[in-house]
């Protein structure tokens, strides 16, 4: 079974730069999430989807990030314009959507902001 | 209040030894509980589920107080491999939320 499936895995940006990560979740899987996870510390939800609505966006710095999942399958998440402070590694993760649910992680894109 | 916290650790200890991470959650209401295992450099895998009656996984137990509302993982035996960070993590069943701790970090010596 294929996992999630992220790229880029790595981008190197300038601050005030704009950059996109697109994810495929696992076949089957009605939501998706992205997480940002700073060196050091645990992952941060961003936004959470159900199919192609979405559940959560509180922590979403909606100023700058925005996210979109058309047709309830892949998705993307961009950042404009980048700060510092978004160098982080971006994790996007799919389950099903039943109770006990595991979640299952892509590798990441690894955003460095210069 | 953090939904999930965790000691960050590190732990450091000798292969062989016995290891436990504990982890407590703010919310009475969560309803699934997990470790999820996290090497360097890598995504977080889930390493075992939580139940209330607890569990064990070879060398691996998970126990679940509810009424202390925290979670504990107990390692024996430890293996240079197990060196990792584990991810305590907790959901409640509102469109299956996941919430993370900030992970304990394992290091474990020869």
């Known amino acids: 079974e294929a996992g999630v499936a992220q790229s880029p895995r790595y981008k190197i940006i300038e601050k005030r730069q704009s950059v996109a990560f697109w994810c495929n979740p696992i076949?089957?899987?009605?939501?998706l999430y992205w997480y940002q996870q700073i060196l050091g510390q645990g992952p941060k939800l961003l936004i959470q989807?159900?199919?192609?609505?979405?559940?959560?966006d509180s922590q979403l710095p909606k100023d700058r990030f925005s996210a979109e999942r058309l047709k309830g399958v892949d998705s993307t998440l961009k950042i404009q314009p980048a700060k510092l402070e978004d160098s982080a590694v971006y994790l996007c993760a799919s389950s099903l959507s039943r109770v006990g649910a595991e979640l299952f992680f892509g590798e990441g894109s690894r955003l460095t902001v210069l | 209040r953090k939904e999930v916290e965790q000691d960050p650790g590190p732990f450091n200890v000798p292969e062989g030894a016995t290891v436990a991470f504990n982890c407590t959650y703010s919310n009475s209401a969560s309803q699934s509980f997990f470790w999820y295992r996290q090497d360097c450099r890598k995504e977080p895998k889930l390493l075992m589920s939580?139940?209330?009656s607890g569990n064990e996984d070879g060398r691996f137990t998970a126990q679940l107080n509810r009424a202390s509302q925290y979670i504990s993982l107990l390692i024996r035996d430890s293996k240079l491999s197990d060196s990792a960070t584990y991810l305590c993590?907790?959901?409640?069943?509102?469109?299956?939320?996941?919430?993370f701790g900030s992970g304990t970090k394992l290091n474990v010596k020869p």
């Open positions: 989807f159900q199919n192609n609505g979405v559940v959560d």
């Open positions: 993590v907790v959901t409640q069943y509102n469109f299956n939320k996941f919430y």
């Open positions: 939580v139940y209330s």
């Open positions: 076949s089957g899987h009605a939501t």
